[in-house]
């Protein structure tokens, strides 16, 4: 009975899903049926790349001088956020979860963002520290994705940037505990309140749970995409020595 309840009512919602993706364009019609047992994304539009070519020759040997003239070109663009990131981590079995976060900083020694410690992302790299990135710049066609370790940030990087967070984020740090459950946004807003009225503008620390990561690359890829799906890619892997290669890879 319990089986058949929950069978009946995930029908139901999956139902009622269909026929609001149907509704919006988004699915085709013939294909939006619960009998079918698929539904296929109806293409909207079909954009042909610029066939903008990325060669051997145009890369820069080392994967950092690459990524920063990709990401100057990114910001000339006018892209809202270029230093919007997705950040995939997994579990030490391999449960893998991914979230977007912004790059605040990026030099010789690796990229960095900052987070709650204790949240999801921050418990999967404490079992497991290591981490994919990936950069979408749509407008440029473009793709960067980067491997490496993940290690913690010094304490006095981390202070140093918490203070150059905007009041309201500064007073979340302390209200937010990231990834955790909460009864209400009522709840959530009322617990801003308090630590607002605790640590006055100019006068908040920051939590001892809240700090900054670096990945640290050892291999990074350019993508650059180009008609007919035949597009560019670009491997770079880092050698024991530092050094790097550099390998084309099919798209």
């Known amino acids: 009975m319990i089986r058949r309840t929950r069978e009946a009512s995930a029908t139901s919602v999956m139902g009622t899903c269909l026929q609001s993706a149907v509704a919006l364009g988004i699915l085709e019609e013939s294909a939006a049926t619960l009998e079918e047992g698929t539904s296929v994304l109806k293409p909207l539009h079909r954009w042909e790349h610029q066939d903008r070519p990325l060669r051997r020759r145009d890369?820069?040997?080392?994967?950092?001088?690459?990524?920063?003239?990709?990401?100057?070109?990114?910001?000339?663009?006018?892209?809202?956020?270029?230093?919007?990131?997705a950040v995939a981590t997994a579990t030490a079995d391999g449960k893998p979860s991914v979230?977007?976060?912004?790059?605040?900083?990026?030099?010789?020694?690796?990229?960095?963002?900052?987070?709650?410690?204790?949240?999801?992302?921050?418990?999967?790299?404490?079992?497991?520290?290591?981490?994919?990135?990936?950069?979408?710049?749509?407008?440029?066609?473009?793709?960067?994705?980067?491997?490496?370790?993940?290690?913690?940030?010094?304490?006095?990087?981390?202070?140093?940037y918490f203070a150059t967070r905007p009041y309201g984020s500064q007073v979340s740090a302390w209200a937010s505990r990231q990834s955790e459950p909460i009864a209400s946004r009522a709840e959530l807003e009322r617990r801003h309140e308090e630590f607002a009225a605790r640590y006055p503008e100019g006068a908040v620390p920051r939590p001892p749970y809240w700090g900054g990561y670096r990945v640290v690359p050892d291999a990074y890829e350019f993508w650059q995409g180009r008609a007919d799906r035949l597009h560019d890619r670009f491997r770079y892997e880092r050698r024991p020595d530092g050094s790097w290669t550099i390998v084309r890879l099919q798209p």
């Open 59 to 85: 890369l820069a040997e080392d994967p950092l001088q690459q990524f920063l003239r990709w990401y100057r070109e990114a910001e000339e663009a006018n892209l809202r956020y270029p230093n919007a990131m």
């Open 99 to 160: 979230r977007m976060v912004l790059l605040r900083q990026v030099d010789e020694r690796g990229f960095v963002f900052y987070t709650n410690l204790e949240s999801r992302k921050g418990r999967e790299i404490a079992e497991n520290p290591r981490a994919a990135l990936l950069f979408y710049w749509e407008p440029l066609e473009r793709q960067v994705r980067i491997e490496g370790r993940v290690e913690l940030v010094s304490p006095e990087e981390a202070d140093e």
